[in-house]
């Protein structure tokens, strides 16, 4: 199997390669050709391997592909570890990657960047790859910085735009410093293990969690606790958990088939995977869950609420995107790995099929991305419509969609955690997630009421353009669409409680929710047939409602509800002042720093005093002295009866 | 092979550098002749490169124990031999001079419009000076050589320098001999201990604490200056600015590891306990290199002047690996910190000879430095930006080029000497990231920014080789340091096991 891992990755990267430095010869043809052939390759050989582990029993993998150094009993590798988790995430990343690519012929059509944008999807599939087939730290580290800097090279593809280069610079440096934690829980694993091996590392679990460390004199940390901690800040870079959130919104300057692919449904995941990839470490910290599970519930919730006022029809997907990256982080908090990775999965397929939907809107509405000068679009795009229709179904949790299973049962795990009875935790885990719901459901519809339906408010010129867009568009609609719809029937049973994930994840026994569940657990008709029991049902009808009524029925009503909470509106608009404190605070903060250091520091003290002061001094002294050696002879005679005179004085006196 | 092939290394470009003082250009850069002295350079920097090749393929890993040895009494007198070999600390360094030269001399191919024989001649008689210092095992053989490489290098900042190159040159001159002439005074001072200017000698023999902490002192000075550590560093951002571009290339890739190799090879086998009565202060600087310098760097306007500020914080890294072998003793980690220094000495040469070099692109066809003077140049020079933007994020450390080797491994091994070290130390992923890729935004990205930039050619094919290779290097290094790594494994634990010991 070593040859078809190599394959899997390899082939984007000799695309990207292929595509990046010979795309002027190759034409853009050529650069597409090689690029979906690559991607497609990997894509088959990863449904094989999934095929083989899941169905055929093979047993996990752990590879060494060459060794990148040893110094000082250190081995730094890169090799694979190919488990079911692994294969989990290399079907989905690849699936989507492949549908990604085909799409963006139909997106990128005009553009002149035709190759270059196709090189980098490739480069970024082998990124990814990389990151989640690592068996070793140092591997995950390269991934995850190298799908870092795609993502920049991505935003910033339209490099003319000021926005696009403000907001590529400004995701890098945020994710830099996730990194920045991320890199010290690194070296704390080393420190701890001496090793950076993940199976190294596990095995030592529980050796490492009986240590302490004093970070701060005279408090003593789990060592642990530490490194979970550490490593979870780089999570929250990747992931987009608040306060580390603010790069993902801006991300949507990029062009849309990246937003689909590394700001939805891939990159900004592997911050969960990281963390349910590393669930060996982290059940041993009960702090660094109760760390994960809060921040996780606050990006669920607010950054939800921040999709009501958005009208940009990319932002209000990326702000739904940050709530549901929030949904997953709860579940990893909760000790429900399988679920976050379960929900990881059923969004990257409706997230991927939001966004291609909205970029399909974007190309017919000849890149007119205001929502509010859309409207009526259904009659124009009908496969658009009923693909986004379903994508946000999913979204929202309809009942039956594959959403639905991975978000119903997330609630519920979070509502039977280890958490329950511990007070705020809890409480604050479970009501964000809960009232998540309703938001979820009424930014979605809020959003797809005023795109396709209602009165149509886009100038003539534009409507007279309006129509579908081409196959190379909509057929990655429909592929999504499928799986959207239908995945969660065939899968939520055997992935969440068929042992799916084998020793892939570890789950300490008093915490595993998920087999707690699974014992009263009667197949995806049961959940479907009890759905109208449970809170989360009528909040997503409830919202559903919501914005039925003040979207359809009575359009005039928003308007009036926004200039009532205008306090509440100005705080969403700012969106929680984030921006500001980052920008005009921190960014203007590290500049003044640097001018000072620079103009007091360097240039006043050490050249102006010291070095330039020194060179003036000796020069002055030298002055001095100067004066003295005036050449008359009768100075020099006085000097010298001063001189003997002293001399003869001291003699005389102190002798 | 060659014999004496140190020998070699060191009087092959400095013959040929004498060869083309000479015969000289007749003060005519477009001449026949010229032309001929150019080509001379090329081939005797090629051929250098070529012979130091042996240095690695004959290089044994298994051993701290000096290689390629040669032994010549030189002034009977007082002791004194013509004494050359390397280990697993200079000979990396060796081969880093001797890759760097030919491309310098490729880079100031037609650029150089005055004297271009003695502009050639000045870098091949640096390096093959460099490369005595880097194989001297003589003390006062090292110092001669040390104190030579400072002419060559005045001459090309004072003939082939900026507006400002006199201020620059005596800056750099009096900096820099400063810190050698105490050097000078700990060497004699050893050399009266033992009666021997043999540097195996003066790694043995027992010095009093309080000597030890004066010889520290002295050779701190010396090599602090050159490294530069912080405070003593202001005199690099001047000389970069005013430096011609394969000036600021050698400066950046190869003048400043001489600081690096003086604390690998003189203080801390030679005066441990003073290294380690100091160590507490040194790991202070270097952190204060790291953030500090951070920061200014973020807001200089002159992309010369980033770069030099960039690379006083990288060297900091260099200082920090070298100095928390004395927090981990008995455990593994000081050997790792160590070698992390070293990878980031020859990456740092790669990289920053890689972005000075982008820097002279861009100043012979707009003669401005500063960064408001660009904008939007990937429009005009994309395959230009595509270079630029590699090295940087190799500046800002992304791992798979050389810049994160180093970097990793020091915080690393400097968590485990105190997470606090690692915690400020780690502030360069974050800094390194905001200053350079600042500056790419504002000099790379964006609309074409004013005419000058609208009428940008790319790289011609010359500027197109020179580049290529350093990426390939880049790339090289940060993908596969293992043969890197195992040059010097050997000897860094060697030298562990020499700093660890008590020597009075």
């Known amino acids: 199997m070593y040859s078809y891992y190599l394959t899997i990755v390899l082939a984007p990267l000799f695309a990207a390669i292929v595509a990046g430095l010979f795309g002027y010869k190759i034409g853009r043809k050529g650069a597409h050709s090689i690029t979906i052939g690559a991607v497609g390759l990997s894509c088959v050989l990863s449904f094989y391997v999934l095929y083989r582990m899941y169905w055929g029993g093979a047993e996990p993998e752990n590879i060494s592909v060459y060794t990148w150094a040893v110094s000082d009993g250190l081995r730094m590798e890169v090799g694979f570890l190919v488990d079911r988790l692994t294969v989990l995430m290399m079907a989905v990343v690849t699936f989507v990657s492949f549908m990604v690519h085909i799409y963006t012929i139909g997106y990128m059509h005009d553009d002149p960047g035709y190759q270059r944008f196709f090189s980098y999807i490739s480069l970024f599939t082998f990124s990814m790859l990389m990151l989640v087939m690592s068996n070793n730290f140092l591997q995950l580290f390269f991934g995850w910085e190298a799908v870092g800097l795609v993502s920049y090279l991505l935003i910033g593809f339209w490099f003319k735009r000021e926005t696009a280069i403000f907001a590529n610079l400004k995701a890098f440096l945020v994710n830099r410093v996730g990194d920045f934690g991320f890199i010290l829980g690194i070296a704390a694993v080393v420190m701890f293990t001496g090793s950076l091996d993940y199976a190294t590392v596990f095995g030592q679990a529980e050796e490492v969690a009986a240590q302490s460390v004093e970070v701060f004199p005279g408090s003593p940390w789990n060592a642990m606790t530490l490194i979970c901690i550490l490593l979870f800040i780089g999570a929250m870079g990747k992931s987009a958990q608040a306060p580390l959130h603010v790069w993902l919104p801006d991300s949507m300057e990029g062009p849309t088939p990246i937003s689909a692919l590394i700001h939805a449904a891939t990159m900004v995941t592997a911050g969960i995977f990281m963390v349910a990839r590393m669930s060996p470490l982290y059940e041993f910290s009960t702090t660094a869950l109760a760390v994960v599970i809060v921040i996780g519930a606050i990006t669920a919730f607010f950054m939800g609420l921040l999709g009501i006022v958005q009208n940009d029809i990319k932002r209000v997907v990326a702000y739904s995107t940050l709530s549901q990256l929030g949904y997953m982080t709860v579940a990893l908090g909760a000790s429900a790995y399988g679920a976050a990775i379960f929900h990881l999965m059923t969004h990257a397929f409706f997230k991927a099929l939001l966004f291609l939907a909205a970029g399909s809107v974007i190309i017919a509405m000849h890149h007119e991305q205001d929502i509010r000068k859309m409207g009526g679009i259904r009659k124009y795009m009908p496969i658009t419509y009923w693909t986004s229709l379903i994508g946000s179904l999913a979204l929202i949790g309809f009942p039956g969609t594959a959403g639905f299973f991975s978000k119903d049962l997330l609630i519920e795990a979070v509502r039977d955690s280890h958490w329950h009875g511990e007070g705020a935790v809890y409480w604050i885990a479970y009501l964000s997630v809960l009232l998540g719901v309703f938001v979820t459901a009424l930014y979605s519809f809020r959003m797809f009421f005023l795109v396709f339906h209602g009165e149509e408010r886009m100038d003539k010129e534009t409507r007279s353009h309006l129509h579908e867009t081409p196959w190379v568009v909509t057929v990655p609609l429909v592929m999504l669409a499928i799986p959207s719809l239908a995945i969660g029937w065939f899968t939520v049973g055997p992935v969440l409680f068929g042992g799916f994930f084998g020793d892939a994840i570890f789950v300490e026994h008093s915490r595993d929710v998920l087999a707690h569940i699974g014992e009263h657990w009667h197949g995806p008709m049961g959940l479907l047939t009890h759905t109208w029991q449970t809170p989360v049902f009528w909040l997503a009808m409830g919202g559903l409602a919501t914005a039925v009524y003040l979207y359809l029925l009575r359009p005039d009503l928003p308007a009036k509800i926004k200039a009532k909470v205008e306090g509440l509106y100005n705080l969403l608009d700012r969106k929680y002042y984030f921006d500001d404190l980052y920008i005009k605070g921190f960014a203007a903060w590290g500049r003044g720093i640097g001018t000072a250091l620079w103009k007091h520091g360097d240039q006043f003290l050490i050249d102006g005093v010291l070095v330039n002061g020194t060179a003036n001094s000796v020069g002055k002294l030298a002055g001095v002295m100067r004066q003295l050696q005036s050449g008359y002879l009768y100075t020099y005679a006085f000097a010298m009866i001063i001189g003997l005179t002293m001399f003869l004085g001291w003699l005389i006196w102190f002798r | ?504």
């Open chain 2, 1 to 504: 092979m060659v014999d004496n092939l140190l020998s070699v290394l060191i009087w092959l470009p400095i013959a040929g550098g004498v060869v083309l003082l000479a015969m000289g250009d007749g003060n005519d850069a477009a001449s026949a002749r010229a032309n001929a002295m150019r080509w001379t350079a090329l081939a005797v920097s090629v051929l250098t490169f070529v012979l130091s090749i042996g240095l690695y393929t004959g290089f044994d890993t298994t051993t701290a124990a000096m290689q390629f040895v040669e032994r010549a009494p030189w002034i009977d007198a007082i002791d004194v031999w013509y004494y050359l070999g390397v280990d697993g600390f200079s000979a990396p360094l060796i081969l880093l001079t001797t890759f760097i030269t030919p491309l310098v001399v490729i880079a100031g191919w037609d650029v150089i419009k005055t004297r271009p024989a003695q502009y050639f001649a000045a870098f091949l008689i640096l390096e093959g000076l460099m490369n005595g210092v880097f194989s001297a095992l003589d003390g006062l053989l090292f110092y001669v050589f040390w104190e030579a490489m400072l002419v060559p290098m005045f001459l090309i900042i004072g003939v082939w320098g900026g507006e400002r190159r006199v201020y620059a040159t005596l800056k750099f001159f009096l900096y820099t001999f400063l810190g050698s002439v105490l050097m000078l005074v700990a060497f004699i001072y050893l050399y009266r201990l033992t009666g021997s200017f043999d540097m195996g000698r003066w790694m043995e023999v027992p010095v009093s604490l309080t000597a030890q902490k004066m010889i520290f002192i002295a050779f701190l000075l010396a090599f602090a200056i050159k490294v530069p550590m912080w405070p003593v560093h202001t005199w690099l951002p001047d000389a970069h600015v005013e430096a011609p571009t394969g000036g600021s290339v050698i400066l950046a890739a190869i003048l400043l590891k001489m600081g690096g190799y003086g604390f690998v090879r003189f203080s801390l086998p030679m005066v441990p306990d003073g290294s380690r009565y100091f160590a507490g202060m040194m790991i202070a600087l270097s952190l204060i290199a790291v953030v500090y310098i951070g920061f200014v760097a973020l807001m200089q306007k002159d992309m010369k002047k980033l770069i030099a500020y960039s690379s006083i914080a990288h060297m900091g890294f260099v200082t920090l690996g070298f100095f928390i072998v004395w927090h981990m003793f008995g455990e593994s980690g000081a050997v790792l910190g160590v070698s992390g220094g070293m990878v980031q000495m020859v990456s740092h040469g790669l990289i920053s000879g890689a972005m000075f070099l982008c820097v002279g692109v861009l100043y012979d066809r707009v003669h401005s430095r500063q960064i408001s003077d660009y904008g939007g140049v990937a429009n005009t020079m994309p395959v230009f930006a595509a270079f630029m933007v590699l090295f940087a994020m190799a500046n800002a450390g992304l791992p798979g080029t050389s810049g994160f080797v180093g970097e990793f491994m020091v915080i690393i091994a400097s968590f485990k000497a105190n997470p606090w070290f690692a915690f400020f130390a780690a502030m360069t992923l974050v800094l390194g990231a905001a200053y350079t890729l600042w500056m790419i935004k504002r000099v790379v990205y964006g609309e074409v920014a004013n005419d000058h930039v609208a009428t940008l050619e790319d790289v011609n094919r010359r500027e197109f080789i020179v580049l290529g290779i350093l990426a390939f290097a880049v790339l090289l290094v940060g993908l596969w340091p293992a043969p890197l790594i195992d040059m010097m494994e050997v000897t860094i634990q060697h030298l562990v096991e020499q700093a660890g010991q008590t020597k009075y």
